[in-house]
T-cell receptor
Framework: GQSLEQPSEVTAVEGAIVQINCTYQ??????LSWYQQHDGGAPTFLSYNALDGLEETGRFSSFLSRSDSYGYLLLQELQMKDSASYFCAVIDANAGKSTFGDGTTLTVKP | EAGVAQSPRYKIIEKRQSVAFWCNPI?????LYWYQQILGQGPKLLIQ????????DSQLPKDRFSAERLKGVDSTLKIQPAKLEDSAVYLC??????????FGPGTRLTVL
């Protein structure tokens, strides 16, 4: 089976940098994805890591350490519109099945 | 490029009734997923199709839920009979490459 852990809530101020951690347990790891979901909206894809290291996409970066079963999402230059829930999702090596964490609610304050 | 389409957007039914949801994935996406998302939780995979074959349905309550994907394109998810605990948002997603899924707007189901 698969399980993921991420903090339930994070608060930061506009313009700051915030890191959302995700640790996982899986019998067969293929990759780790990150999604953003605003209240009432659908999840939207942010980033994907299959190999160790940092992937950068604009203000968002994602990091993966396969040996530590750990990843994080880094959000820079926070804006009010970044207030949302952020989910990590582990992809199983056998069938490509995705298991999502319960999400981290990010609140950005002025 | 059109996104993932779902209908209806909202549905209210009484327990023991049946309901069906429809999904049209992004053109060319071979993989289609149905998720159940309960408020405050992450999406839970119900079933995953690759073309019109089932890849994983280990978390689908098969005594009441069924899904099909005819001709490897559109898909329907059915619940019969519905229970109170089925109240949730049902999300359909599709993907072309591993790791990146595109989600539809979801169907918010309320079971009374």
């Amino acid at each position: 089976g698969q399980s993921l852990e991420q903090p339930s809530e994070v608060t930061a101020v506009e313009g700051a940098i915030v890191q959302i951690n995700c640790t996982y347990q899986t019998s067969g790891f293929y990759g780790l994805s990150w999604y953003q979901q605003h209240d009432g909206g659908a999840p939207t894809f942010l980033s994907y890591n299959a190999l160790d290291g940092l992937e950068e996409t604009g203000r968002f970066s994602s990091f993966l350490s396969r040996s530590d079963s750990y990843g994080y999402l880094l959000l820079q230059e926070l804006q009010m519109k970044d207030s949302a829930s952020y989910f990590c999702a582990v992809i199983d090596a056998n069938a490509g099945k995705s298991t999502f964490g319960d999400g981290t609610t990010l609140t950005v304050k002025p | 490029e059109a996104g993932v389409a779902q209908s209806p957007r909202y549905k209210i039914i009484e327990k023991r009734q049946s309901v069906a949801f429809w999904c049209n994935p992004i053109s060319g996406h071979a993989t289609l997923y149905w998720y159940q998302q309960i408020l405050g939780q992450g999406p839970k995979l119900l079933i995953q199709f690759q073309n019109n074959g089932v890849v994983d349905d280990s978390q689908l309550p098969k005594d009441r839920f069924s899904a099909e994907r005819l001709k490897g394109v559109d898909s329907t998810l059915k619940i019969q009979p519905a229970k109170l605990e089925d109240s949730a948002v049902y999300l359909c997603a599709s993907s072309l490459t591993t790791g990146e899924q595109f989600f539809g707007p979801g169907t918010r189901l309320t079971v009374l």
